[in-house]
């Protein structure tokens, strides 16, 4: 069955560390996206990427990083520049920008900072 | 500015009950979309509405799109405790918004608790 894998599904981070959150899609989706999701604030966009080797910066994209070097792959690095990593964190992917049918999302990474 | 708002926040309603959940933007919609998530998990898609006037349904869930397309509302027949969870609107502001990238913009959702 085609979707979306998120891993892992909890995650701790030291003061100062970078980590990464893990995003595969079989769907042959081109759009991926990440978003951060905050109690009482709803979802806000950290990057998003279009095809391959092509990704842009979301809403809050500050001490977030990317890479797209595979369709089926969208890997975000929390690095030691956010502030506040603590939250829920979750990708999604679409057919392709444009194609307003819905988005696919994971399970969803938990990064909490210890 | 928050551009697309939710309402209720949060709702606590009996078993059997019917509900209804609101999306409401300033500007006029390209598509809206319904999405539940429970707890710790990801979304799940419900219904997408793009045209003025437009209602969907699914099961005892029933969607509409206002004809300005700028408001849309959620509505449940006869609760479970199965529709417990988070509903979160989603819509799609139209070009040049995001920066040109076309990705949804999303309420801060809705807390339903169904109670016995």
């Known amino acids: 069955d085609g979707g979306i894998t998120q891993s892992p599904k909890y995650l701790f981070r030291k003061e100062g560390q970078n980590v990464t959150l893990s995003c595969e899609q079989n769907?042959?989706?081109?759009?991926m996206y990440w978003y951060r999701q905050d109690p009482g604030q709803g979802l806000r966009l950290i990057y998003y990427?279009?095809?391959?080797?092509?990704?842009q910066k979301g809403d809050i994209a500050e001490g977030y990083s990317v890479s797209r070097e595979k369709k089926e792959s969208f890997p975000l690095t929390v690095t030691s520049a956010q502030k506040n990593p603590t939250a829920f964190y979750l990708c999604?992917?679409?057919?392709?920008?444009?194609?307003?049918?819905?988005?696919?999302f994971g399970s969803g990474t938990r990064l909490t900072v210890v | 500015s928050q551009e697309l708002e939710q309402s209720p926040q949060s709702l606590i309603v009996q078993e059997g009950k019917n509900l209804t959940i609101n999306c409401t933007s300033s500007?006029?919609?390209?598509?809206l979309y319904w999405y539940k998530q429970k707890y710790g998990e990801g979304l799940i898609f419900l219904m997408m509405?793009?045209?003025?006037?437009e209602e969907k349904s699914h099961e005892k869930i029933t969607a509409k799109l206002d004809e300005k397309k700028q408001q849309s509302s959620l509505h449940i027949t006869a609760s479970q405790p199965s529709h417990a969870g988070i509903y979160l609107c989603?819509?799609?502001?139209?070009?040049?918004?995001?920066?040109?990238?076309?990705?949804?913009?999303f309420g801060k959702g809705t807390h339903l608790i169904i109670q016995p």
């Open positions: 999604a992917s679409s057919i392709h920008l444009g194609q307003k049918d819905g988005y696919t």
């Open positions: 769907l042959n989706h081109d759009a």
């Open positions: 990427s279009q095809i391959v080797n092509d990704f």
């Open positions: 500007k006029t919609l390209y598509g």
């Open positions: 509405l793009q045209k003025g006037g």
């Open positions: 989603g819509a799609d502001m139209g070009p040049g918004h995001l920066g040109g990238a076309d990705g949804l913009t």
